[in-house]
């Protein structure tokens, strides 16, 4: 007789499946909480120990390992040796396989979880059951995942068996499963044990979205998740209206999202290929909004907002008279959704604003390989910069210096961003030299130089920017400093009457 192993932990939908089998002459092997389930149901099972004559020990750690398990699934049936060997020992074929693991991802996730309950649910039968199924995926059919059921249920129907290429595919599903499982794992021990830079680097994704393309209509693309979800994150974003995301869309939303993290006051920051093109911090998000729409009223247009505030009412109305591709917020009041949404292409997200988990590193793909690193998010202090010229900044001229440097460590290198208290002014981004972008910045900043001050992301190699900057009317500049011509840009600042202050920390971003 045809048996099959079926142990769960996910039990959605495993009567129904079981008693598919049933009904086509399939034996049932079961273990624990499964065979509970299905002996309720009336379906008759055998246990574990009744096929292996051995009992389970060591609260279940001890119970399929053996070998009229692992003899059942891996003898070929093709080799004449091997049928030798499962007569002579009295094994049995096993030709189904349906087992999915013990929780380990949920119970890490668990708040206060003790490495004691992460340790036990790490599983160790279920994997090697499902590593030896797939590997015999010629003769063994191996489900992992419910959403397979019908479809195996179907062939057997249809033909009595499975067809080779559904097998060798749920053994490709069944091999990426145990790799996520084991990945996991890996990242819990590898961070528990503070491990910087590991030898070997495990990451798991799980698909959130067939994209319809990728940057270009002629590449295709897909959008995963990190099989530990991150909540201040777009994937964990909550899309409320509009059409899908598109792969431009996701990148400018999360570059979107890093911005308006470093700013506490009701801020908004409107950003148009990876870029901020307007960053404005208010009393109300309406004002705020209005700070950051006439930052830039030009690039703006088909760009990307978000808000670290509810959108309401007149913000909306504000809002509803641009064309946009998204607007990121914690939330929508009643009114200001029903005027947003009556666009019907407008993506609407909500994110929580609350949760901003603190020790991501970021990977970014290079061709052959991968870079890691922390994220940029130091804590900086202004009350703690370095003034290195004659002048002090005023206070008003700080709290200008301050908010352009959280804005320039946004803004692709060469980055120059001009600003004041509330407002970007002008941005210079992406210029393969520095004091291009001071000229792109300051020309964007024209007839708006009231209270303005300059931030560059890295220091000044030469003081020709300073200069520059100075004979358009910036008096405080604020820099990482660091090069070993400083002391000419220092010199020029006070020839001119500039104040300029050293953070002591660059923020390129490539």
């Not at 084991?182 to 979205?209: C, G, H, M, W």
């Not at 908010?403 to 002008?426: L, R």
């Not at 000044?460 to 520059?468: A, G, N």
Request: overall charge negative.
């Amino acid at each position: 007789m045809t048996r099959a192993l079926i142990s769960v932990s996910n039990k959605t939908g495993i009567v129904e499946f079981t008693k598919g089998l049933v009904q086509s002459g399939i034996e049932i092997i079961s273990t624990g909480g499964t065979k509970n389930i299905l002996d309720k149901a009336g379906i008759p099972t055998l246990s574990i120990d009744e096929v292996t004559d051995f009992p389970e020990m060591m609260d279940g750690r001890v119970k399929t390992l053996h070998p009229k398990i692992h003899g059942g699934l891996l003898a070929r049936r093709d080799l004449r040796s091997h049928l030798d060997a499962m007569a002579e020992h009295d094994i049995q074929p096993i030709d189904f396989v349906c087992v999915n693991l013990y929780p380990f991802k949920e119970t890490i996730t668990k708040p206060e979880v003790t490495e004691e309950e992460a340790i036990e649910n790490i599983d160790i039968g279920g994997p090697s059951m499902l590593r030896s199924a797939a590997k015999n995926f010629s003769s063994v059919t191996v489900v992992v995942d419910p959403k397979d059921y019908a479809l195996v249920l179907a062939e057997i129907k249809n033909n009595h068996a499975t067809s080779l290429a559904t097998r060798k595919r749920l053994a490709a599903k069944v091999f990426r499963h145990t790799a996520a499982y084991d990945a996991l794992i890996a990242e819990y021990f590898t961070r528990s044990v503070a491990e910087a830079n590991p030898e070997k680097l495990n990451l798991t994704y799980d698909l959130k979205q067939t994209l319809r393309y990728g940057e270009n209509s002629h590449q295709t693309a897909a959008f995963y998740q990190n099989a530990l979800p991150v909540s201040y994150s777009i994937a964990s974003a909550q899309q409320l209206h509009g059409k899908e995301l598109s792969y431009n869309n996701i990148k400018d939303a999360d570059a979107a999202i890093r911005i308006i993290r470093e700013f506490t006051a009701p801020t908004v920051v409107a950003l148009k290929h990876m870029n901020p093109c307007g960053i404005g911090s208010g009393a109300t998000i309406l004002e705020a909004y209005q700070f950051a729409y006439e930052a830039d009223p030009t690039s703006i247009f088909g760009g990307i907002i978000v808000a670290n505030r509810e959108i309401d009412l007149a913000t909306a109305e504000e809002l509803h008279k641009l064309f946009l591709e998204i607007i990121i917020a914690p939330s929508f009041s009643k009114e200001a959704f029903d005027v947003l949404s009556s666009k019907k292409n407008l993506r609407l997200m909500t994110l929580d604003f609350s949760k901003q988990e603190s020790e991501q590193s970021e990977v970014v793909a290079v061709l052959g390989g991968l870079l890691v690193q922390d994220q940029d998010i130091i804590e900086e202090i202004p009350e703690e910069w370095e003034v290195a010229t004659k002048r002090q900044p005023t206070a008003s001229e700080l709290k200008a210096l301050a908010f352009a440097w959280k804005a320039v460590k946004h803004v692709k290198s060469n980055a120059i961003v001009v600003a004041n208290e509330q407002q970007t002014v002008g941005i210079g981004a992406g210029q393969m030299n520095r004091v291009g972008s001071v000229k792109l910045a300051l020309e964007a900043a024209k007839g708006r130089m009231d209270g303005a001050v300059l931030a560059s992301d890295a220091y000044f190699p030469m003081d020709d920017s300073v200069e520059y900057a100075a004979q358009h009317g910036i008096k405080a500049i604020v820099q990482p400093g660091g090069s070993i011509r400083d002391k000419d840009s220092i010199a020029m600042a006070d020839q001119y009457g500039i104040a300029m202050v050293f953070t002591g920390v660059r923020h390129f971003r490539h």
